[in-house]
């Protein structure tokens, strides 16, 4: 279960962030969650819940924002919104496409005190 090791890595993130930013609480967290990320969301949040208690994102509510991932075509060019890396191109069926977006995870917007 790799959300817990992003949900870890997310904490530290916030702590290093309220050294420089000067705030001690998060209070709600937006995240940017692309389809193709590979995040289970209730992985997530069950990750976030065991590893919040004792940092200052305890308490914290977790909001996953979903988001539509893109792709170019290499043959013909035409941009898709694939569903998993393997779509093919759905205007002419190529193999080949190369990912624009939808395999982000990034923290949209914070709530601090």
């Not at 959300?3 to 916030?14: A, T």
């Not at 967290?29 to 997530?44: T, Y």
């Amino acid at each position: 279960m790799h959300e817990l090791s992003l949900c870890r890595s997310l904490i530290k993130l916030l702590q290093q962030q309220a050294e420089q930013q000067g705030f001690s609480r998060v209070c709600a967290i937006w995240l940017d969650v692309g389809p193709i990320a590979g995040v289970v969301p209730e992985a997530l949040e069950f990750a976030f819940s065991a590893c919040s208690p004792g940092t200052l994102a305890e308490g914290a509510t977790l909001h996953m924002v979903p988001s539509q991932a893109t792709a170019r075509c290499r043959d013909c060019g035409q941009i898709s919104n694939p569903s998993s890396r393997l779509d093919p191109c759905p205007h002419c069926g190529h193999a080949a496409v190369d990912l624009i977006s939808g395999d982000n995870l990034t923290i949209k917007e914070l709530e601090v005190e």
